[in-house]
C-alpha cells in the first residue's frame, strides 16, 4: 500500500476515535484542552500555576504524553490534581486510542472533570494532526525559542484556538518581537486570542484562567 493511503487510514481511525471521545467529553461537559509547543516552552509549568489559581474553584485533571518517564504527571500530582502520563512507545504525539485507555485505565479520578488538560509530546509538527477530541488546541512559544517559530511550523498555530507566549519575564534578556510574533500568528489564523504570560511571576496568568472559564461557562451553555 502507498505511504500516502496508510497515513490516511491512520488519521481516519484517529478521526473515528476522537469523535467518540468528543461524545463522551459533551456528554461529562468536561472542557478538554490540548497543549503542544517545542519541549521546554513551560506546558507543564503553566498547568502547575493554573492548577495553583483553580483548583479550589474547577474539577481539574491532567493527561502527560511523553516519550519516556512520569515526570509530568507528577508534577501535576504534586500540584494537586489528578495526573496520568502516557508513554507513547516513541512516537511523537498522542493519539486519541491512547487518550482513550488512558482513561478506562484511570477510571473514576479523571471523569467527569470540569477540565481536562492533556499536555502533548514536545514539539510542533506531528501533535498537530491527531485530534485527541479536545474541544481547542493551544500553542505555546516561549520568549526564549525565537520570533519567527508561526511562519516556520504554520499548521500548529493556523489550526489552534489560543497562542500563547511564555516566560515574558524573559523578555529583557532575549531578542523577540511581540508584535512580530502576533503578527504572523494574526496572518496564519485571525480568530486565534494571544495570550501573553509568565507562569514564574504570574503576569498574565488572570487572563489566561479567565479564557478557561469562559470557555468552560461557553460548553455548558451549549450543552443540552
Ligand atoms: N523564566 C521562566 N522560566 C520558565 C517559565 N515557565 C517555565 N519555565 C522554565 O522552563 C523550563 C521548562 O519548563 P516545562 O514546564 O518543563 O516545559 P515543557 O517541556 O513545555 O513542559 C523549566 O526549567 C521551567 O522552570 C516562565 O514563565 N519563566
Ligand atoms: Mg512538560
Known sequence: MPE???????LAANQAAAAALRRTFRDQRTLVVN????????????????VARMKDRYRLGGLDGDIATERDADRLRKAGIPARQILTGGACHLDARQ????????????????????????????????????DFKVVLLS?????????KYPAIFARSKVAVLTKVDLLPHVDFDVAAVRAQVATLNPGARFVELSARTGEGMEAWCALLAEELREKRSKAV
Request: aromatic letters at 4%; charged letters at 25%.
Open 143 to 151: 520568549t526564549a525559542e525565537g520570533d519567527d517559530k508561526p511562519f
Open 35 to 50: 497543549l503542544i509547543s517545542s519541549p521546554g516552552s513551560g506546558k507543564t509549568t503553566l498547568l502547575e500555576a493554573t
Open 4 to 10: 500516502l493511503d496508510v497515513k490516511q487510514k491512520v
Open 99 to 134: 487518550v482513550d485507555t488512558a482513561l478506562a485505565e484511570e477510571g473514576e479520578t479523571l471523569r467527569g472533570l470540569d477540565i481536562l488538560f492533556i499536555e502533548n509530546v514536545g514539539n510542533l509538527i506531528c501533535p498537530t494532526s491527531y485530534d485527541l477530541g479536545e
